[in-house]
């Protein structure tokens, strides 16, 4: 149980995951953040990208947007995008790239859409490898 | 006194009704426990939602220029009231009480002199509504043809409220939905979504952390309040959906109690007119024998 702190995953229909954990990595809007126990408390929201979580074994979470919460070592993910990677389905990956490279080259979206579509783009990328 | 035949009748036909409101009974119990079961699994995620605004409010100092959505437009002249109900009838007092508290509400909006727009979630309600306040209605939404909902459906009416709000079209907004407490009980319930209600959840919450920020309060709270309209707007169709099978269930069951003793009576009433036939027959031959 040492430096262990609790991490929840709620969607809005359901409890996603609720587990004890040593780290967990969130991509954070102005970059990636890696969180121990006892990080002073915090409140953010998230962009396109990979959550991970490191107890014993590894797990990864694919997610496009969320607000955390950490307080008293326990660590709140409230999204309603969340996808565990290994449901995640292989064949739609290569769609969803061209996608969202379509979307970039078109001009007119706006800057926040833009960041937010290349950032789906990496994570689709890292997925596919 | 009607007639053997016409009683016949009669008793099959309420037979047959009592087959179709047990079957719906049926129905609504079985769906009655997935609605259940979601709308329970909903509340963490709206609860937790709210804590977070909570704990960011109590951290922002300049209420002035905080946004629009937590804290009003300050003024008190134009409401926006979205009204959720079902699609579907037959369940009881479940639309008709959502909407006799809704117009207990537009009555004293209107008597203040104020604005009022309405939106409509689900056909039964804009039925009932549009009779009286039908030009007050400014857009209906009805998820008929979806078998479950989701957080889109709930999202598409967030999102009309938020645009509405942008464009300055009221300043307040209040939703009515049916709060469900147990199977029997559903309490329909008006809830203030816009300005955010933050009263009645302060006292509750007595820790105070001095949270981080990231990028900082305004920017995660622009990003946030926006969900949390949408969250709301979810979390009241989820209990909307669950009540309204839990009153569809009771409505169902006491109909089919009361088809039972509507067949017991007209079986009684049956066999009585049998029974006073033959006995008349009898009278007749045994008359028409003495006299011979």
Known sequence: MLNKFTVEIISPDQLVLKQETNEVTIPCYEGQMGILKDHIPLITFLRPGLITIKSENESKYYVEEGTVEFSNNNLLILTSTVKNLLNFDQNSISDLIQKEEAKLNDPKISDKERYIASYKLDTFREINQ | ?292
């Open chain 2, 1 to 292: 006194m009607p007639s053997l035949d016409d009683l016949k009748k009669r008793i099959k036909s309420v037979k047959s009704t009592q087959k179709i409101t047990k079957a719906m009974k049926m129905v609504a119990a079985a769906k009655l426990r997935k609605a259940q079961e979601s709308a329970e699994k909903g509340r963490p995620y709206s609860q937790k939602m709210q804590n977070i605004i909570l704990n960011l409010t109590k951290s922002i100092n300049d209420l002035q220029n905080a946004p629009k959505l937590l804290v009003g437009t300050g003024e008190d002249k134009k409401y926006l009231c979205v009204v959720l109900t079902a699609d579907r009838g037959l369940c009881g007092g479940f639309n008709s009480n959502i909407c006799k508290l809704a117009k207990t509400n537009f009555k004293k909006i209107l008597g203040e002199g104020k604005e009022l727009n309405i939106i409509t979630v689900g056909s039964k309600g804009h039925d009932q509504i549009k009779r009286e306040y039908g030009k007050y209605v400014i857009k209906k939404f009805s998820f008929k043809d979806k078998k479950n909902i989701s957080f889109k459906e709930a999202d598409e009416v967030g999102k009309e409220i938020i645009s509405l709000f942008n464009q300055t079209k009221f300043d307040k907004c209040i939703i009515f939905y049916n709060n469900f407490k147990n199977v029997i009980t559903q309490i329909p319930q008006a809830q203030q979504i816009i300005p955010a209600e933050t009263k009645n959840l302060k006292e509750g919450n007595e820790q105070n952390f001095s949270y981080e920020f990231e990028p900082d309060e305004d920017e995660i709270l622009e990003d946030l309040l926006p969900k949390n309209i949408s969250t709301q707007v979810f979390k009241a169709l989820l209990e909307n959906a669950a009540s309204e099978q839990g009153s569809r269930m009771t409505a169902m069951d006491n109909a089919t109690r009361n088809a039972g003793d509507l067949v017991d009576k007209l079986t009684i009433d049956y066999n009585r007119s049998r029974q006073a036939s033959i006995t008349k027959e009898l009278i007749e031959i045994i008359s028409g024998a003495e006299s011979l």
